[in-house]
């Protein structure tokens, strides 16, 4: 097959899935063919990465897309994830399905936004353009926005109202940025392929004008941060992550911030190398990225939502992630290995959430006790994942976090590894605090047990699995994959 | 001030402290509108700036914004109206009189940074980034300024005709797609917007979304 | 003193009521009445001159002075402001400043004539006067601003002089933006709709009505005198602006100016008759709105 049809395969392929959701006349059908379709699309994103990793950089589209290690390794991440969550979907909506709040219109709208959402995702990583990565981040912020509402009621639909509207502020003002970018290029001869490819840009950065560049990074930071999460423009993220429906809430934690921090990490080298490598642009990053983390780690500590405690902790996660890609290249390898850790922890994360706030009827985290008794997968699923979170050794997280803290201390970034150790530390405590709480005790009395099935189950050892083996070892090809990704961001001086 | 085009962003000015200053809903839709149509026709304006003939692409540029921001978007807008039985007051936290001397700051301000600004491009018109600034700032002002959800659709708006303002006047050459990008854009987001609001009355009565605060911390 | 340059004073002093007659006649024309005869203000001031005036007891020198202050200081404005492309009686660099003052001055006394009967309304009255004329002022000063950058000139003359066909191909919109500001200036100086009314009969509404409202008499034909003298000058002003006629003579010149200035009556009354006054809370926004556009003129003339 040709290289270029793999990355017009991952593009296309959602779509006949969504056609044939479409189609079927019952929910649970059009669950399954959403995830059979999710599933299929992974396959071929896999696929696709793998030949990166072994054969170098696809290109395809006449240039406008391209898939080089930094994007295969988002794909392949992004990819899994959604496939995980397609799964756990068909528990999740199983139960809705059973009681009937699930009819068939909600649930083939759901399945034709959530492979929309996919595609548009997957559109902002293959792209080899920036002005088409913004289209792509512009199409994702709309279908994920009626994921929200899925269920439309008051909560839901404020949740998807402040979404919309400060994000779409947002990816304006990253238009704005990455106009300013395409300004900067005037004195360039680029020659075709329009002035905002990003492969192009790199090779020029050097004779960019920087004082442009430097306004069009920040008005990107900005934007793009805007739909990261990053604080202070973090305030949509709680509300949606909590009212949407716990698959959609893991697919927002666990990816879809992270695509917009890797328009970010691709917009990095073009500004370093345009500003003369003086570590303006990481500077700015760095900033953003610690206080993230301690305005997040202030949250968390007193929050009594579960659903929300997990979103305070996206926005503490990907502020660590921006910390170390703010770090030179230690650092954003370290950055590269958390976006794994986290998505996987966070996708179980909000998997269990989902499951127990169906079962004791609540989020609230001062109502749910006895978890590990009641329903022993999710209550032991959500008991690890929070450890996961906190950054309890052994699991992988501990072990990313370490390396950025390494990094920070290493490039005697002092202030960002006070930063973040303090939130951490607050976290760590804060957090704790709920999870034994939720895990131990009497179950209430309106609570519903579970036994576990082989698929929740599965949903749950899985990552739990990969995360504890990922903080042991690193396998041989991860790490590869990782350092050539790690290259494009930072290159090796 | 010779061009053409510095009187179309002079125009833009004026609706921008027309709508700091607008009371009513159906006012400010239809100077949205006009600002719209005004910048609509600044791509014709810089191409015989620029000295450049009149292409198709810029023709097709020209007719869809019109068409979508002159047309399209206002009866979107009264229908939202219309269905959801909106109030037709402007309700904003911040009173008009002061909204107006705050744009002048914004104006203010805009001309000192837009004069500043590093282009490497020399822009069509020495106003056209300060104005398409001042255009962006007003816009979120707009926005976090007035408690109406369709008002906050208006702010939007203003802001994305800021950008488009600069996108035409002060960037030498984006691809065709990016610069249609920006219209299906907006198209998109107000589209969305509108259903997201239609959702909204169903569900609750109102629009205000001074009223949408049961999320907190 | 070249005597052509009497020529836009002599219009101005024998002309001036005649405006209000063509802006009431307007009114009566669109109302689909016939309206008075353009000649009633002159009659009106003439009656009003043969008339002896009644004061109240508690009102001291004061309340005697203000017309005829007012009405002088008045008439010193006018002989500052050219009319058209004719050049003013009395010219010099800044001028336009003392034109302002010489406004604030008339208004200071008119002012304080009306605080000195003790009134309630007529206090009322002079509180919203002096709050609404805080805000014009600014944007009349930034609208002259914004002519003087646009032609160069420093003078009222020299700014007139200078605002030919050539400046309007110059900088076009930004001139058409400071007339417009002017245009608001007007309407709210001369206490017309739609910031007051001036044939209002409710004094709880009044501004500038209610502050003569005690004057009678001879002094009541100088207030009215000075009111024609005011929107006579205002509108000189504004037809400098936008009515770009310069051959280089003064008659012609200065005859044009008096058509523009008969036209902008004839406008004056369409605005009222079609506009209703703004609720009193408003006022101040279309004031800042007129600043604003004078602003927006004065940083687009620089460009």
Same mark, same amino acid.
């Given at each position: 097959?040709?290289?270029?049809?793999?990355?017009?395969?991952?593009?296309?392929?959602?779509?006949?899935?969504?056609?044939?959701?479409?189609?079927?006349?019952?929910?649970?059908?059009?669950?399954?063919?959403?995830?059979?379709?999710?599933?299929?699309?992974?396959?071929?994103?896999?696929?696709?990465?793998?030949?990166?990793?072994?054969?170098?950089?696809?290109?395809?589209?006449?240039?406008?897309?391209?898939?080089?290690?930094?994007?295969?390794?988002?794909?392949?991440?992004?990819?899994?994830?959604?496939?995980?969550?397609?799964?756990?979907?068909?528990?999740?909506?199983?139960?809705?399905?059973?009681?009937?709040?699930?009819?068939?219109?909600?649930?083939?709208?759901?399945?034709?936004?959530?492979?929309?959402?996919?595609?548009?995702?997957?559109?902002?990583?293959?792209?080899?353009?920036?002005?088409?990565?913004?289209?792509?981040?512009?199409?994702?912020?709309?279908?994920?926005?009626?994921?929200?509402?899925?269920?439309?009621?008051?909560?839901?639909?404020?949740?998807?109202?402040?979404?919309?509207?400060?994000?779409?502020?947002?990816?304006?003002?990253?238009?704005?940025?990455?106009?300013?970018?395409?300004?900067?290029?005037?004195?360039?001869?680029?020659?075709?392929?329009?002035?905002?490819?990003?492969?192009?840009?790199?090779?020029?950065?050097?004779?960019?004008?920087?004082?442009?560049?430097?306004?069009?990074?920040?008005?990107?930071?900005?934007?793009?941060?805007?739909?990261?999460?990053?604080?202070?423009?973090?305030?949509?993220?709680?509300?949606?992550?909590?009212?949407?429906?716990?698959?959609?809430?893991?697919?927002?934690?666990?990816?879809?911030?992270?695509?917009?921090?890797?328009?970010?990490?691709?917009?990095?080298?073009?500004?370093?190398?345009?500003?003369?490598?003086?570590?303006?642009?990481?500077?700015?990053?760095?900033?953003?990225?610690?206080?993230?983390?301690?305005?997040?780690?202030?949250?968390?500590?007193?929050?009594?939502?579960?659903?929300?405690?997990?979103?305070?902790?996206?926005?503490?996660?990907?502020?660590?992630?921006?910390?170390?890609?703010?770090?030179?290249?230690?650092?954003?390898?370290?950055?590269?290995?958390?976006?794994?850790?986290?998505?996987?922890?966070?996708?179980?994360?909000?998997?269990?959430?989902?499951?127990?706030?169906?079962?004791?009827?609540?989020?609230?985290?001062?109502?749910?006790?006895?978890?590990?008794?009641?329903?022993?997968?999710?209550?032991?699923?959500?008991?690890?994942?929070?450890?996961?979170?906190?950054?309890?050794?052994?699991?992988?997280?501990?072990?990313?976090?370490?390396?950025?803290?390494?990094?920070?201390?290493?490039?005697?970034? !002092? &202030?960002?590894? $006070? +930063?973040? *150790?303090?939130?951490? %530390? =607050?976290?760590?405590?804060?957090? /704790? #605090?709920? @999870?034994?709480?939720?895990?131990?005790?009497?179950?209430?009395?309106?609570?519903?047990?579970?036994?576990?099935?082989?698929?929740?189950?599965?949903? !749950? &050892?899985?990552? $739990? +699995?990969? *995360?504890?083996?990922? %903080? =042991?070892?690193?396998?041989?090809? /991860? #790490?590869? @994959?990782?350092?050539?990704?790690?290259?494009?961001?930072?290159?090796?001086? | 001030?010779?061009?053409?085009?510095?009187?179309?962003?002079?125009?833009?000015?004026?609706?921008?402290?027309?709508?700091?200053?607008?009371?009513?809903?159906?006012?400010?839709?239809?100077?949205?509108?006009?600002?719209?149509?005004?910048?609509?026709?600044?791509?014709?304006?810089?191409?015989?700036?620029?000295?450049?003939?009149?292409?198709?692409?810029?023709?097709?540029?020209?007719?869809?914004?019109?068409?979508?921001?002159?047309?399209?978007?206002?009866?979107?807008?009264?229908?939202?109206?219309?269905?959801?039985?909106?109030?037709?007051?402007?309700?904003?936290?911040?009173?008009?009189?002061?909204?107006?001397?705050?744009?002048?700051?914004?104006?203010?301000?805009?001309?000192?940074?837009?004069?500043?600004?590093?282009?490497?491009?020399?822009?069509?018109?020495?106003?056209?980034?300060?104005?398409?600034?001042?255009?962006?700032?007003?816009?979120?002002?707009?926005?976090?300024?007035?408690?109406?959800?369709?008002?906050?659709?208006?702010?939007?708006?203003?802001?994305?005709?800021?950008?488009?303002?600069?996108?035409?006047?002060?960037?030498?050459?984006?691809?065709?797609?990016?610069?249609?990008?920006?219209?299906?854009?907006?198209?998109?987001?107000?589209?969305?917007?509108?259903?997201?609001?239609?959702?909204?009355?169903?569900?609750?009565?109102?629009?205000?979304?001074?009223?949408?605060?049961?999320?907190?911390? | 003193?070249?005597?052509?340059?009497?020529?836009?004073?002599?219009?101005?002093?024998?002309?001036?009521?005649?405006?209000?007659?063509?802006?009431?006649?307007?009114?009566?024309?669109?109302?689909?009445?016939?309206?008075?005869?353009?000649?009633?203000?002159?009659?009106?001031?003439?009656?009003?001159?043969?008339?002896?005036?009644?004061?109240?007891?508690?009102?001291?020198?004061?309340?005697?002075?203000?017309?005829?202050?007012?009405?002088?200081?008045?008439?010193?404005?006018?002989?500052?402001?050219?009319?058209?492309?004719?050049?003013?009686?009395?010219?010099?660099?800044?001028?336009?400043?003392?034109?302002?003052?010489?406004?604030?001055?008339?208004?200071?006394?008119?002012?304080?004539?009306?605080?000195?009967?003790?009134?309630?309304?007529?206090?009322?009255?002079?509180?919203?006067?002096?709050?609404?004329?805080?805000?014009?002022?600014?944007?009349?000063?930034?609208?002259?601003?914004?002519?003087?950058?646009?032609?160069?000139?420093?003078?009222?003359?020299?700014?007139?002089?200078?605002?030919?066909?050539?400046?309007?191909?110059?900088?076009?919109?930004?001139?058409?933006?400071?007339?417009?500001?002017?245009?608001?200036?007007?309407?709210?100086?001369?206490?017309?709709?739609?910031?007051?009314?001036?044939?209002?009969?409710?004094?709880?509404?009044?501004?500038?009505?209610?502050?003569?409202?005690?004057?009678?008499?001879?002094?009541?034909?100088?207030?009215?005198?000075?009111?024609?003298?005011?929107?006579?000058?205002?509108?000189?002003?504004?037809?400098?602006?936008?009515?770009?006629?310069?051959?280089?003579?003064?008659?012609?010149?200065?005859?044009?100016?008096?058509?523009?200035?008969?036209?902008?009556?004839?406008?004056?009354?369409?605005?009222?008759?079609?506009?209703?006054?703004?609720?009193?809370?408003?006022?101040?926004?279309?004031?800042?709105?007129?600043?604003?556009?004078?602003?927006?003129?004065?940083?687009?003339?620089?460009?």
């Amino acid at each position: 097959m040709d290289a270029g049809t793999w990355l017009w395969a991952i593009l296309l392929l959602p779509a006949p899935a969504a056609g044939l959701a479409a189609l079927l006349r019952s929910p649970a059908a059009v669950l399954r063919a959403a995830c059979a379709g999710v599933l299929a699309t992974a396959a071929v994103a896999w696929v696709a990465s793998a030949r990166v990793l072994s054969a170098g950089a696809l290109r395809a589209g006449g240039g406008w897309l391209s898939l080089d290690a930094l994007s295969a390794f988002h794909l392949s991440v992004l990819t899994l994830i959604y496939a995980l969550s397609s799964l756990f979907a068909l528990v999740y909506f199983g139960e809705e399905i059973r009681a009937g709040t699930l009819r068939l219109r909600a649930a083939r709208r759901f399945a034709a936004l959530w492979l929309g959402s996919l595609a548009a995702m997957s559109l902002v990583l293959v792209s080899e353009n920036l002005g088409l990565m913004w289209v792509g981040i512009e199409a994702t912020t709309i279908s994920t926005a009626f994921l929200i509402c899925v269920h439309p009621e008051a909560r839901s639909l404020e949740a998807t109202w402040k979404y919309l509207l400060i994000c779409s502020v947002g990816v304006a003002f990253a238009f704005m940025g990455t106009l300013l970018l395409a300004a900067s290029t005037e004195r360039v001869p680029l020659g075709g392929g329009g002035t905002l490819g990003w492969g192009r840009l790199l090779e020029s950065a050097a004779s960019l004008d920087p004082g442009t560049v430097k306004a069009g990074f920040l008005f990107l930071l900005v934007g793009y941060g805007t739909k990261v999460g990053l604080a202070p423009l973090h305030g949509w993220l709680p509300d949606a992550h909590s009212q949407a429906p716990a698959p959609v809430s893991a697919i927002f934690s666990g990816f879809m911030l992270n695509t917009a921090l890797y328009c970010i990490l691709r917009t990095l080298p073009i500004a370093e190398a345009a500003t003369g490598r003086v570590g303006w642009a990481s500077d700015l990053l760095l900033g953003f990225g610690g206080l993230s983390v301690v305005v997040a780690a202030a949250f968390i500590v007193t929050q009594h939502d579960l659903k929300r405690l997990l979103a305070y902790h996206s926005v503490e996660h990907l502020g660590i992630i921006a910390l170390g890609a703010g770090l030179g290249r230690a650092g954003v390898f370290a950055a590269l290995l958390h976006t794994l850790n986290h998505a996987l922890c966070k996708a179980l994360g909000f998997f269990c959430a989902g499951r127990l706030g169906q079962l004791y009827g609540t989020h609230d985290m001062r109502q749910i006790a006895g978890s590990l008794r009641g329903a022993p997968a999710w209550g032991g699923g959500l008991l690890a994942s929070f450890l996961a979170l906190i950054g309890a050794a052994p699991f992988a997280i501990f072990l990313s976090e370490l390396l950025i803290l390494r990094a920070a201390i290493e490039r005697g970034s !002092v &202030l960002a590894a $006070l +930063a973040f *150790l303090a939130g951490a %530390g =607050i976290v760590f405590a804060g957090a /704790l #605090r709920h @999870a034994i709480a939720m895990a131990w005790g009497d179950l209430p009395a309106g609570a519903r047990r579970e036994a576990p099935s082989p698929l929740s189950a599965a949903l !749950v &050892l899985g990552p $739990l +699995a990969a *995360l504890l083996l990922l %903080g =042991i070892w690193v396998p041989g090809p /991860l #790490r590869e @994959a990782l350092e050539s990704a790690a290259d494009l961001v930072e290159a090796p001086r | 001030m010779t061009s053409g085009a510095d009187a179309v962003l002079a125009g833009v000015a004026v609706t921008n402290f027309w709508l700091l200053g607008a009371s009513r809903l159906g006012h400010s839709i239809r100077v949205t509108a006009a600002q719209g149509i005004l910048l609509g026709f600044l791509p014709l304006l810089a191409a015989g700036a620029d000295g450049g003939a009149l292409s198709l692409r810029v023709l097709a540029l020209v007719a869809a914004s019109v068409l979508l921001k002159g047309l399209l978007f206002p009866r979107l807008l009264f229908r939202g109206i219309r269905e959801a039985s909106i109030r037709r007051e402007i309700e904003p936290y911040v009173g008009f009189t002061t909204s107006l001397v705050l744009g002048l700051v914004l104006l203010a301000v805009s001309l000192g940074i837009g004069t500043r600004l590093p282009l490497p491009h020399r822009p069509v018109s020495t106003l056209a980034v300060p104005i398409a600034l001042f255009t962006m700032l007003s816009g979120l002002f707009l926005i976090v300024s007035r408690r109406k959800a369709l008002t906050q659709v208006l702010g939007y708006l203003v802001l994305e005709d800021g950008i488009y303002a600069f996108g035409v006047l002060a960037v030498g050459e984006i691809p065709l797609l990016v610069e249609f990008g920006v219209l299906l854009d907006a198209f998109v987001a107000v589209f969305a917007m509108g259903i997201a609001i239609h959702r909204i009355h169903r569900e609750f009565d109102h629009i205000d979304a001074d009223r949408l605060k049961v999320l907190r911390g | 003193m070249d005597p052509a340059r009497l020529l836009p004073l002599a219009f101005a002093l024998g002309l001036a009521p005649l405006l209000l007659g063509v802006v009431n006649r307007t009114k009566a024309i669109v109302a689909g009445r016939r309206g008075a005869p353009f000649t009633q203000p002159y009659r009106d001031i003439g009656k009003l001159l043969r008339k002896g005036a009644v004061y109240s007891g508690t009102t001291t020198w004061l309340f005697r002075a203000g017309p005829v202050g007012g009405l002088a200081a008045t008439l010193a404005a006018v002989t500052l402001t050219p009319l058209g492309g004719a050049p003013a009686t009395v010219s010099f660099p800044g001028d336009l400043v003392l034109f302002a003052g010489l406004l604030a001055l008339a208004r200071f006394l008119t002012v304080l004539a009306a605080l000195d009967t003790g009134s309630a309304f007529e206090g009322m009255g002079a509180s919203r006067e002096v709050q609404f004329s805080a805000l014009a002022e600014p944007a009349l000063l930034v609208a002259l601003a914004a002519l003087a950058r646009a032609t160069g000139g420093l003078s009222l003359t020299d700014i007139a002089g200078g605002l030919g066909a050539a400046a309007w191909a110059e900088s076009g919109p930004s001139l058409l933006l400071a007339a417009l500001a002017l245009g608001a200036v007007l309407l709210a100086e001369n206490a017309r709709i739609p910031v007051d009314d001036p044939n209002t009969h409710l004094e709880l509404t009044m501004v500038h009505e209610v502050m003569v409202l005690d004057h009678g008499g001879p002094d009541l034909a100088l207030v009215l005198y000075g009111s024609a003298l005011k929107l006579w000058a205002f509108g000189a002003l504004l037809v400098a602006a936008a009515l770009p006629v310069r051959t280089g003579s003064a008659l012609p010149d200065a005859a044009a100016g008096v058509g523009g200035l008969f036209a902008s009556a004839v406008l004056v009354g369409v605005v009222e008759s079609t506009m209703a006054r703004l609720r009193l809370v408003r006022v101040p926004q279309f004031l800042v709105g007129a600043g604003a556009l004078a602003a927006l003129a004065f940083v687009l003339v620089g460009k």
